[in-house]
């Protein structure tokens, strides 16, 4: 989508635990929900 | 006319409802974490987080760090959009320096009134926050050098419509960076349109 919104060099972060130890912990281990850093720049 | 998942307004709303306690009240329990615990779980430099009064961390509620890929530079004029009670904009006000320039805009009543006492608090001049919404900011064409935003996106109905408007508004060659969440095992449809389910 960011490519197609006019984006480039696009680069994502690793994974990161935002929910671990949270009371959304077990609905975002269901869905395997992480946070990610992502970077673009515009064209 | 893109199929959208929920009606935008009313996600609003639950949105609206939710951060208002996170302003209001931000030692509560939530789904999520908050404030210092979760700004140093998310690696953000504590030296510099640590140098902010409580009030302007307690509120944060961010899902990672749009500044781990890539410092600001000093100058930058920067948009935060959906900048709550302004963390991640006194963070970019520390990057980008007294010649910067850094906008948040938020649409909850509660958090433009906390983050702007805290930048008068902190005597930050290069700071301000703006009522608007993500898809519709109220920043002129090209004037950002940078568009950050945490945990925000994943919020609004019309993601399209939300990186059309970050594009407007930033300059040529002008970077994005945000943070935000992902899931890597598919979610049921109905999930996906049960209003409740994207705040809760």
Request: aromatic letters at 10%; one cysteine or more.
């Amino acid at each position: 989508m960011l490519e197609e919104a006019g984006f480039v060099d696009v680069r994502i972060g690793p994974p990161v635990d935002t929910f671990g130890g949270a009371s959304g912990e077990d609905k975002a281990r269901a869905y395997e929900v992480y946070g990610y850093a992502f970077m673009a720049r515009r064209a | 006319m893109t199929d959208l998942l929920v009606d935008p307004d009313a996600l609003r709303e639950q949105v609206r409802i939710k951060y208002r306690e996170v302003a209001a009240q931000p030692h509560r329990s939530f789904h999520f974490h908050t404030g210092r615990p979760l700004a140093k779980r998310l690696d953000y430099d504590m030296d510099v987080v640590d140098a902010l009064p409580d009030r302007a961390v307690e509120s944060f509620a961010g899902v990672g760090n749009p500044f781990s890929l890539r410092s600001l530079e000093y100058g930058d004029r920067v948009v935060d959009v959906g900048s709550g009670a302004g963390f991640d904009s006194f963070i970019a006000a520390s990057q980008v320096g007294d010649s910067g320039r850094v906008v948040g805009i938020d649409m909850t009543d509660e958090m433009l009134e906390k983050a702007r006492s805290t930048a008068a608090e902190l005597g930050f001049d290069h700071v301000e926050f703006r009522d608007g919404l993500a898809e519709t900011m109220p920043i002129d064409d090209g004037w950002a050098d940078v568009v950050v935003s945490n945990g925000v996106i994943n919020l609004c109905a019309d993601k399209r419509a939300v990186f059309d408007e970050i594009r407007r508004v930033l300059r040529p060659g002008g970077w994005l960076q945000f943070a935000d969440i992902a899931n890597g095992r598919p979610v049921p449809p109905e999930a996906l349109r049960d209003i409740d389910l994207w705040t809760g």
